[in-house]
């Protein structure tokens, strides 16, 4: 009776145990799902980036670009241009352009933009009225952004959104992560050759710049 007994309380314990650890198991997978969950959410699973810092951000290991999520928080204003119409007072865009933390700094010291500066210009259609200052143009609905990321050691030399010393990408307002720009030598340099000998960039508009 008594080894009977021992047999079977040893029996329950055991199955006892054994449920724990299947309880336990499947609560840390359950566990793990939901972080992932989490991090797959909050946008956080990427690749590998070959930058530090803000660029890491905004390039992944093949040199896709996107637009930084909170460059209107991190990163400080450049400047502004404004784009006049064609054919009606006021302007008819916009542009605002912010660099990422340490790049006005950097620029003032040497003059040269640092591996890894992101330049982020918003590019807005405009609202022209008249008010008593005159006639006023402000922004109104975006239109896009356009990045630059500088890249002093050509790290992406068979992407053709990379050269020149920086990568360069345009995104329509409606899709911040992709870019619709294919080839920088055609979709993007041309407008910034006047401003080559600055290193692309029409330093003269930016007074946060002056040394």
């Known amino acids: 009776r008594f080894q009977l007994t021992d047999i079977r309380n040893s029996a329950m314990k055991n199955a006892g145990n054994s449920a724990k650890r299947i309880v336990g198991v499947v609560g840390v997978a ?47 204003m450049l400047g ?6 064609d054919d009606a007072p006021g302007s008819k865009e916009m542009h605002v352009v912010y660099a990422s933390p340490g790049t006005i700094a950097a620029y003032r010291k040497d003059g040269h933009f640092p591996d890894g500066t992101v330049l ?25 952004w356009f990045v630059m990321v500088k890249d002093d050691i050509g790290r992406f030399p068979e992407n053709k ?26 979709d993007c340099r041309s407008c910034h050759v006047p401003a ?15 040394r």
């Open 80 to 85: 502004s241009w404004a784009v006049a119409a």
């Open 120 to 144: 982020v210009k918003e590019v807005f259609h405009t609202m022209t009225d008249s008010m008593t200052t005159g006639t006023v143009s402000s922004p109104g609905t975006l239109a896009g």
């Open 161 to 186: 959104l990379w050269g020149d010393g920086w990568g360069w990408a345009w995104f329509d307002a409606t899709t911040p992560q992709k870019t619709t720009s294919t080839d920088y030598k055609t």
């Open 30 to 76: 359950l566990a793990g799902l939901s972080v992932i969950g989490a991090v797959i959410a909050a946008g956080r699973i990427e690749t590998h980036s070959p930058y530090e810092g803000a660029a890491s951000a905004v390039v992944d290991d093949k040199g896709a670009l996107r637009v930084p999520a909170d460059y209107q928080l991190a990163y400080r």
């Open 196 to 210: 080559q000998a600055s290193d692309w960039i029409y330093t003269r508009g930016y007074p946060t710049l002056n």
